[in-house]
């Protein structure tokens, strides 16, 4: 086996030769320059760039696809509350009226209703803490630098406000990182996630964002209406991880009163007074900015934009549309049930033109229904059970948020499309910053007749058509009005849960629930169209104040401490 | 020649005594052999045979002449004064001496000390597979081949004893000695339909498939470094030899069916069922009257099964002209396939065209070049079942299952059962388009240095381009008011390698040294653009009108690069031919690793000893051959993704007001990607034990090997990570995978004369690949479409990769488990049930059965569930490992027969103890809408108290159906007769009058039977073709079809 360098022929040592220089440019070679996408290290240089990494922020309330916080999956937070209903027990979300809720469902897994928040989080630590580096020459001026990291800023209180009201005590983390040695971290007490980083976040949102309406991005004012809902917020009482009640702290109220006084003194925004008549769709003065064509009204203060093009659109026309199997729909039960009231349809011809697909997820309550006041117009705008086609035909549907749909596809109208739907969802309105006041107001002193708490209310029920609040309300009187005001005002606004949380009304509120729709609302006959499983009879239980920590999360975070929430 | 002939000349020259000797070599048909080497024994001089066999030579009367071809039976004749001495050579039934390709090089099979399997070209063509993947099912120990679906062009799975990644366990092809990229196209996705996959390798003719070796064990595939772990395909197409010209024609035509159908309720069943279901849910019966006619059995029936499939039909030709003389020899080859699918509408055609040339520049310089181009055509439907599709919903293989059996052809809604459209709607509306082209060829060089070595350089290219086209028809609801939808996918691969070789061949006495040295880069290139257009005036145009679209979805365009560097060497050495040692090492640079790993050292060392050589063993009656083999060794994977370690910002946009009272999208960036700075390759580590035994002058040879390969460091895609880091999921390597396992191999010449012979082959292999460290404890696999809690597969450590996770089904509750039915006669038992069937009932004290899925289902007929944790109600906690998705063994036999000009074939092969998720069955036994199957007859009724189907029940949605349960799971095991092929070859007489070499015609039957408990179309399934995590899972895809050929084949 000995072969030495006689035993080859020169030619080889030649060639031996040329691979082995070969090999150190190997290094070099190797490297990868990929063209279509950069990386941290060569991003953060102009302006521009700042300005599309902050918008990117944005993207995990709204992507258009299925998963985003706004996406699909979301309104799934009032299931069960007096608001919001599912189909017939034929759903994903058993669970949550039998309250049987598990760390391990999709909703928190596969759908991501709690990697979304981290996500964002995540992309505005990266927004803040890089733009914040950049030098103040490449922004057109200071303000323009601090207005990208107030966004950001703002939109990382927005998150967390999402994630404590929902989860309880997260971890806090209010850097980028970069690498899997920092990935330990406990979770912490909410307040002290609202203390070092929400309310910091927006008061500097607050001070260093833009004036003027919002076209979707974060302003000075839409910081300070979450900031108001924040300290209503943690005015209320709560449940800790830990599964404890705690009463909030009441010198929130005054904070939250005047934030709201804030908004409602010196913002341009207002409240919309006039209706949009088109043809035979009236559309109420208080859903003109919810309806399509109305985007970024003087009323809307966080609007997330839907565009109809894939993967921009929203999906909720879909998810909230009426289930298409006959049984139990609005009181069809069998083929043409109709036919002796005059309409002569079948029950596949009540649902749409074109018979698209929509699935029934959250659909609104025959509580809430009979909840509104005779002659309050929100009630048919908030619960559509009918609408009309251009050609005048008159459709029953199911009872359906209305404001969650395109209505141009239910009339099948071109240019829309059942999961590109061109509707946005409407975080936060002004009306918020009434309601904000009047209820705080009422609770810094009771409110007395004439006063600004009692105008902040009488402008929203004007607007729906009803008249003043009577005067002479005791201050329970009053908060219970306002209560009401919320309920009617904010329908189908993923406002409900936290409203009964914060209010201590959870399980009172859930357990006499009206399930039966009946003639004089509309229905053709009385028929109970609720979620099976939602008997009323589960009573809400403490624990599910809370929604528990995905399963994944507990197991991965297991050496750092982690415990489920209480109850799970 | 000429030369060859001078130089003999001289020789012979120089001999005195010599008397010239001529004659003619020819094989058993009376053929003249060219090129028999014709040699005195113990010398150098030797001639060769010319084109019709006939040689000269110049001998002495007491030499003795050696005539030797490969593939024969050496004769060795006395000279004995003749001149004119006629030779029939024999072929040889010695497979030992066959020389076996390896990778960058050759060896004599009998000095292999690695684990190799050849299969010859006969055997690749016979079943008329369309790819050269599939049809290496059954033909080889240790490889097993999962045809996951009947779509014409859509690849196998091919697993190379057993898993050894979860980044698909796919073996490296190499064609002609150039790395293919067998990436399946990505499907075009549209909500919930997406395309069929076509594998690049059905763009290979497997007609110009000389033989194909796979490289099982270290030994072999370490010469492939980072991308060996999962085995090596060698694939070696056909090249002119010396001789006359010759002309080869094949040419075929063939009908497919569809083997079997699924057995479904008829109308009447149908109806009375449901009416049952809707009563147990507490729901208003049907329609009186439809109910009375559905009683009496008087309600037609509709199978959508006959309308969506068809009689297919195959035709497939080749032509080949190929010849050569000793300085250039030739191949050119052309093929044309043309099928129809079973399912309508779906077809593939092939157009190929090779020329394969290899040249002598001068005595030190040779060239030579392998070129192939082929253009596919392929027209699908939506029949995918991949992940994309809910339950496969939406595959009109589906909908024709689920389909009302009661709702007209004509139908366009039925509300009992369509569901929004038909099966005809869905075949008519949805349409896939592809058209695939590709150029793979080679040019090399090889120099003569000196005596025993030579340099081989090496360029080849792969160009595949491919155009998908999509549109959905307005007919389909889905594209409801988007009024059509185009959307088209056009990629672009190109693949560039360079390999330098170094060969050394030298034999010193009784030392025997082959050795390679070498180098290669290669450089990969992906990129695409996707567009998407919906609304249409009409759909008269398809995708071909995009201008004319109301939607423009913006395009996509996307690219990619990856990058491999690599310097290898091996050196193969013998002593005595008796002691056998083979070291291959390779250094791997892949650009896809992270900047300090992007080298790996792949080395293995092999060990042969012929014992059978020893002067001991030469009187053992009966063994002819006896090889001991030994091996141990690295080798790699990388099959990732490039960019996986790098931080990453991707972009998109995002929709904000406009300023103007409208909406616009602007720029967004955000991070997409972790950075993993330790990314680096997977590692597998493997031992093989075996030996070779020829018996019976090796006319029987049985090969064993024992395996064990450790699998380190495992790529794990998407491996979660807790989401406040910003990002679920990240590539990491992670964890350890074992894989033992046996390969057996028996070819046996059982009886081998003129007028009859029998040979068979036989494999047997067995291979389990466990978990032995992860991440975590679990990471949740299989299929997950939102109902099954975390999928229907868990990756569990210390169990079987593919085991099913879910709850054990323990009978059906029946009367005696309530209090409320005790003590009654069966007609109050009867009675009291029928007196409120959705009623709920309390379990007697001291009940220890199932429980049933929720509280509310406390009452006779309920499907029970083990209650693991005996905590008394159905929880997450109560499912177990209910079956295993890899097989316990699996076989193949075949056996040839020879009788006079007659030959038979048959083919069997089996997979035996692997189980399957049957997911069609979620929506064939649940009862709240749609068909179901024929056995739901069986259903619990008081009547009737089945302990083995629960009662039916419309309002189960979610239970039993959804609770993903062992009542899904299926054992999958089968034996199938693969092939059955009965030829006659024209006697000589009449072929030589027709003035052909060869006439022969075939008839073959391919997938004729299949033995096997499973209740779907065929059990070779897979819900997404190769991917590991989700093995075994039956979605009612594309089902394989049953085929019969006729063919002709024409030599002159």
Redesign the interface.
Known sequence: ?NINSTF??K??KF??LI?LT??SS??D????V????????N?YTTQS?AR??C?????MLH??GWNSTYGRWWPAIDLGTDDVVSK???T?F?DWF?HTI?P???WF??W?Q??NF??G???A??VIENVSQMPNSVFETIEAKNSIIGEARALRALYYFHLVRTYGD??L?DK?????D??A?PRVDVNVIYDEIIIPDLQFAETNCSEGL????ITKWNSKVILADVYLTRAGTRRTSQGEFVQGNADNWLLAKNKAAEIISDSPHQLIENPVINGANIIPACGVAWSEGH??SVESML??????????GSILSRECGPF?????YWGA???KPFLNIGYNLN??QMRFP????AVGLYIPTPDLYASYEEGDERRDWNLMTKYITNDGSIYLSQPTFRKYVDIG?YL?????????TNN?FILYRYADALLIYAEAANEVAAATFGDSAYDAVNEIRNRAGLQDLPSGLSQDQFREAVWNERRHEFAGECKRRFDLIRTNRLATETLNIKKTWTSAEGSVNNYQNVN??FTGNVPWPDHEWLMPI?Q??I???AENGWTQNNGY | MKNILIVLTVMVCKLSLAQTISGIVTDKNNLGIPGVTVQIKDTNIGVVTNFDGKYTIKASSDDILVFSFIGTETQEIPVNGETIINVTLIESAEFLDEVVIVGYGTVKKSDLTGSVSSIKAEDIIKQGAISIDQALAGKASGVQVTQGSGVPGSGASVKIRGINSMQGSEPLYVIDGIPIDNTSLSPIVAEQESSSQISPLSMINPSDVASIEILKDASATAIYGSRGANGVVLVTTKSGSLGKGRINIDSENGVMELPTKINLLNSNNYWVLYNEARINAGEPGIDPDLLLSAQNNLLPTYNWQDIVFQTGTTSNHNINFSGGNKDLKYLLSTNLFDGKGIVKQTDFNRISSRLNLDANINSKISVGSRLYFANINSNQRSTTTNFNANTGANSLIMRALVTSPYADFDSDFDEEGVEYYTPIEALEGNLYENVISMFIGNVFAEYKISDGLSFKSNFSFQDRNTNQRFYQKNNLPQAYSRSGWAKTNDSRVNVFTNTNTLNYIKNIRKHNFNAVLGQSIETFKFSSLMTSNAGFENDLLLFYAPNTAEFNDPDLLSYSDSKLVSFFGRVNYSYENKWLLTLTGRIDGSSKFAENNKFGFFPAIALGYNISKEDFFQDIEGISNLKLRLSYGLSGNQSIQPYQSLDQLASDTQGFGDGNGGETLNPIFYNSQLANKNLKWETTTQKNIGFDLGLFNNSVEINFDYYNKDTNDLLVVGNRIPSHSGFTTMTENLGLMRTKGIDLGINAFLISNENFSWKMTGNFSKSETKIIEMGADYIESGYNNGWVSGGTQRLIVGEELGVFFGYKTAGISQFDDFQEFQGLTEQEKIDLYYSNPSATYTYIDGYSGGVPRSTSHYRPGEQLYADLNEDGILSEEDRGVIGHAQPDFYFGINNSFAIGNLDFSFFIDGVIGQDIANVMNFRLMDFSWGQKLESSVSRWTPENPSSEYPRVDAGNFGAPAFRFSDRFIEDGSYIRLQNVTLGYTLPKSISDKLKLDLLKIYISGSNLLTISDYSGYNPDVSLTGNNTQQMGHDSAGYPLARTYRLGVTLKF
């Open positions: 086996m080859l022929p030619n080889l060639i031996i691979l070969s090999i190997c290094e070679f190797l490297e990868e990929p063209p279509t996408f950069i990386s941290t290290s991003f760039d599309t990494a918008d990117g922020v944005y993207e992507d258009g017939v027990s034929r994903n058993n039998s598990n391990s469902h999709p897994e596969s991501g709690y990697s981290w996500i989080i995540s992309r630590n990266s997260v971890p983390i980028p990182i970069t690498s899997k920092n990935f971290k919002s076209d979707g991005h985007p970024f609007e997330l934009s839907s565009v109809n093009v894939q993967l921009h298409p199997h006959g049984v139990n039960g069998s083929n029950v596949i074109g018979n698209p697909p596809y099948g109208n071109e240019n829309t499309s059942f999961s590109n946005n099976t499983l995905p994944s999360e197991d991965l975070n």
